[in-house]
């Protein structure tokens, strides 16, 4: 604080404004680090393509097959045990709906892909997400490169 004559004390305009400028620097710097609660369609694509990759590598690792399988509403995986599928319930690899209002421009009910043991789909895989109006088109090679479009 500046004394100012008449022994008053106060903040000078300059000093106010720089506060100001400061505050809102970093109310604008929280909000674009802040989740968009309604989540957005970029979001499930990057969580599909993780998602993805884990499964190729877990196949590999494993060395016995992984389906995915997806659906309008939802995608997960499978695990080939004991000559039987059987889906997995926990970890990455779990079911998942797609977020908000997104959903999945398929062929049929469902669409399902086996990765080998060696990671290799045993076919390449092509759909929509579509939400809010906006369409996304996903495209996996037989490697499990998840690409969007």
């Given at each position: 604080m500046k004394p100012v004559a008449g022994g008053q004390r106060g903040f000078t305009m300059v000093g106010?404004?720089?506060?100001?400028?400061?505050?809102?620097?970093?109310?604008?710097a929280v909000m674009l680090?802040?989740?968009?609660?309604r989540g957005r369609i970029s979001g499930d694509i990057d969580r599909f393509a993780g998602r993805v990759r884990a499964a190729r590598d877990s196949a590999i690792v494993s060395g016995g097959a992984?389906?995915?399988?997806?659906?309008?509403?939802?995608?997960?995986?499978?695990?080939?045990?004991?000559?039987?599928?059987?889906?997995i319930t926990d970890g990455p690899l779990a079911s998942q709906n797609w977020s908000g209002d997104?959903?999945?421009?398929?062929?049929?009910?469902?669409?399902?892909i086996v990765f080998d043991s060696v990671g290799r789909a045993d076919q390449p895989l092509s759909f929509a997400l579509l939400r809010d109006g906006n369409e996304v088109?996903?495209?996996?090679?037989?490697?499990?490169?998840?690409t969007s479009q």
């Open positions: 106010l404004m720089v506060v100001i400028v400061i505050i809102g620097l970093l109310s604008g680090t802040m989740a968009d609660p992984v389906a995915l399988w997806v659906s309008s509403g939802a995608y997960g995986f499978e695990r080939r045990s004991q000559g039987q599928w059987e889906s997104t959903h999945a421009q398929i062929q049929g009910t469902q669409v399902r088109r996903l495209r996996m090679d037989l490697d499990g490169k998840v």
